[in-house]
Every structure is written in C-alpha cells, then in structure tokens.
C-alpha cells in the first residue's frame, strides 16, 4: 500500500477536533478533582462534570468543523469505519495519527493550563491520586478495567456505526453518539479514569510524565490497557454489526470475497516473479559472446629483424665433391 497525503484538510481538522476535545475535557476533569480533594465536590459531581465536557465538545465540533473532516476524534470510531469498509487504509493512518497527536498537545495544554489558574501541580495530583492499582483505576483489579473498556468501546462504535451511514458524522448521528459518549463516561469513571478514547489517554499518560511525582512513569507503563481493550472492542463491534445488519453485508460473499482478494494479490505476485526470472534469462541469452577483435595485418606482420652490421662477408664456395678417379685396377686402356 502506497501512503499518500491525500486530504491535509480533513487531516488537520481531525487534529484541531481532537485537540480540543481533550483540552476541554480533562481541564473540566481536573477542576472536578481539585474540588473533589477540597471537600467541595462529589465522586458523582465530578464524573459528571466530565462526561457533559466531553459529550457537549463532540456534539458542538461536529456543528463547527463538520464540513473540513468527518468528525470521529477517536482512533475507535476511525477503526470501526476502516474495518466496515467505509474508510480507506491511507485515510485510517492520517487519522488515527492526527487523533494521537491531538490528544497528546489537548492534554498537555490541559494540565499546563490548570497548573497556571490553581497555582498548583496539577500533573502530579493526578499521579498520586489516580496512579495506583490499574491505570488511574481506583482500586480495580486489571481484568476488570480491561473488560470495562473493552464493553464500552464495543457500545460507542456500535451506535456509531448504527447512527451513520458512511464514514462522515452528521449533525444528527453527532448528537446520538455525543449522549452516548456522555453516558459512558459518566459510568465508567465510576470505576476508572477513562475516557473511551485511547488519544485521550495517551495523551494524558504522557503528560503526567512532565510531573516530579514519583510515580509518574505508572500510567505510561500500563497505558496498553487503554489502547488494546478499547481497539478489541472496537473490532468486536464492527464484526457483530456486520453479522446484525445482514441485509447490508453478506458475510460469505465478503470472505469469498476476500479470499479472492488474496489469492489474486499471490497469483499476481507469483506471475510477476515468474515474468521477471524469464526475462532476465532471455537478457542472458541475447546478451552477445564478447568476440577478441581481429588483429590488423599491419600489427600481425612481423617487424624485419635488424641485421647486425659485420661488415662484408665474403662468399664461401661449397666445394663439390671431386669425381671419383678411377684407380690403376679399373683403368682400361
């Protein structure tokens, strides 16, 4: 897959949304808990205060940058659309990159900004009051806080999916997952600090990092659980929503589908390799026998050897041998 920068608009605007949201929600969420260790707040008041901060921010993003981008501001709704088929692999990278970015600057501008009106840490009261047991669990054992995300995970990209009919958040489906978002949290804060959006959580985990708290590496360590649970049930959403809306998706035909797929992408690659093997021998075979250039007759004939001057030599007369006389014996007379 060739990545490419198609929609920078929808991309930023992405970012920008899910900035916001953060900001927004984990600065009320921070007010709540100061006046909650102040004695002036309830656990309730405060998981309320930050379930409406979240929900209200949604639904009004949706209504302020809905026509720059498809307003998900959640790695887990962008997934549960990837995976539905109504978002593109490309679109799901630049995404989900924008949310986490996102969520790491809406955090960090957050808790910057509440040190700065209470003239306090507010990173490190995080650390130490929400830094224990599970990640910002409030004594919760770790199974529980995974399936607790996992569950409300699979209901948000349930509705989400059910509400819209392509990849883009309207007006309309913005207000039903807004409430649904503000329902969730509110429950689910009840036992853990979560959000239902792993940008949210990265982001705050690595803002918390900036503390002198001493536990301020907890978080960071165990933030998989907020990244993986909520990934789960998010695949899990969208593959019960497809088997439910059966009118819609016909599950054989999509795995026939993409077993054609693949094996079209194997048949492709093997004819290519096959193509290129056959091609490099056929280079081989009409690639010409390099032939030794013929040797000029000039440079072939041989150079006269330089006599030596000795001067005049005089001819030697070969000296026939003398007829034989014949001898007194044979001499006729």
């Given at each position: 897959m060739?990545i ?6 929808e ?5 920008i949304g ?12 921070s007010v709540s808990?100061?006046?909650?260790l102040n004695?002036?707040?309830s656990?309730?008041s ?9 929900a209200i921010?949604f639904?009004g ?7 720059a981008?498809?307003?998900?501001f959640n790695p887990l709704i962008s997934?549960?659309?990837?995976i539905?088929g109504?978002m593109?692999?490309n ?6 990159l ?7 600057l809406g955090?960090?501008f957050a ?5 700065q009106?209470?003239?306090t840490?507010?990173?490190a ?9 599970c990640?910002?669990a ?8 995974f399936?607790?995300?996992m569950?409300c995970?699979?209901?948000l ?7 819209t009919?392509?990849n883009k958040?309207?007006?309309?489906a913005?207000?039903i997952i ?8 509110f429950?689910?804060?009840e ?8 940008a949210?959580s990265l982001g705050a985990?690595i803002a ?6 001493p536990d301020?590496a907890?978080p960071?360590?165990?933030i998989w659980l907020f990244?993986?649970a ?5 695949v899990i959403?969208?593959i ?9 998706f016909?599950?054989?035909a999509m795995?026939?589908n ?7 992408r ?5 004819a290519?390799r096959?193509?290129n ?9 009409e690639?010409?026998?390099?032939e030794?250039?013929p040797v000029a ?5 041989e150079?006269p ?5 000795f001067?005049?030599?005089?001819e ?7 007829a034989e006389t014949?001898?007194d014996?044979?001499r006729?007379?």
């Amino acid at each position: 897959m060739a990545i490419s920068f198609e929609n920078p608009k929808e991309y930023i605007a992405e970012l920008i949304g899910t900035a916001i949201i953060m900001a927004i929600g984990i600065s009320v969420g921070s007010v709540s808990l100061l006046e909650f260790l102040n004695d002036t707040g309830s656990p309730s008041s405060s998981s309320l205060l930050v379930a409406f901060g979240f929900a209200i921010t949604f639904i009004g993003l949706v209504y302020f940058i809905g026509s720059a981008c498809n307003c998900h501001f959640n790695p887990l709704i962008s997934l549960s659309m990837f995976i539905n088929g109504r978002m593109k692999a490309n679109d799901l990278l630049w995404y989900v990159l924008a949310q986490f970015i996102g969520g790491i600057l809406g955090a960090l501008f957050a808790f910057y900004l509440v040190t700065q009106l209470y003239r306090t840490d507010m990173v490190a009261i995080y650390v130490s009051t929400f830094g224990r047991d599970c990640v910002w669990a409030q004594s919760i054992e770790v199974i529980g806080a995974f399936l607790i995300e996992m569950m409300c995970a699979f209901i948000l990209c349930s509705v989400a999916l059910k509400a819209t009919k392509t990849n883009k958040i309207d007006a309309k489906a913005g207000i039903i997952i807004g409430f649904t978002t503000f329902a969730l949290i509110f429950i689910a804060r009840e036992f853990l600090m979560t959000a239902v959006n792993p940008a949210m959580s990265l982001g705050a985990a690595i803002a918390v990092l900036f503390s002198a708290a001493p536990d301020n590496a907890v978080p960071i360590a165990q933030i998989w659980l907020f990244i993986i649970a909520p990934a789960l049930g998010a695949v899990i959403a969208s593959i019960t929503y497809m088997v439910v809306n059966s009118e819609e998706f016909d599950v054989d035909a999509m795995l026939a589908n993409a077993k054609a797929k693949s094996a079209a992408r194997r048949e492709a690659r093997e004819a290519e390799r096959a193509a290129n093997a056959q091609a490099a021998e056929e280079a081989a075979a009409e690639e010409p026998v390099a032939e030794e250039e013929p040797v000029a007759e000039e440079e072939i004939a041989e150079e006269p050897v330089a006599e030596e001057e000795f001067g005049d030599i005089p001819e030697i007369e070969s000296e026939e041998p003398a007829a034989e006389t014949p001898s007194d014996e044979n001499r006729s007379y």
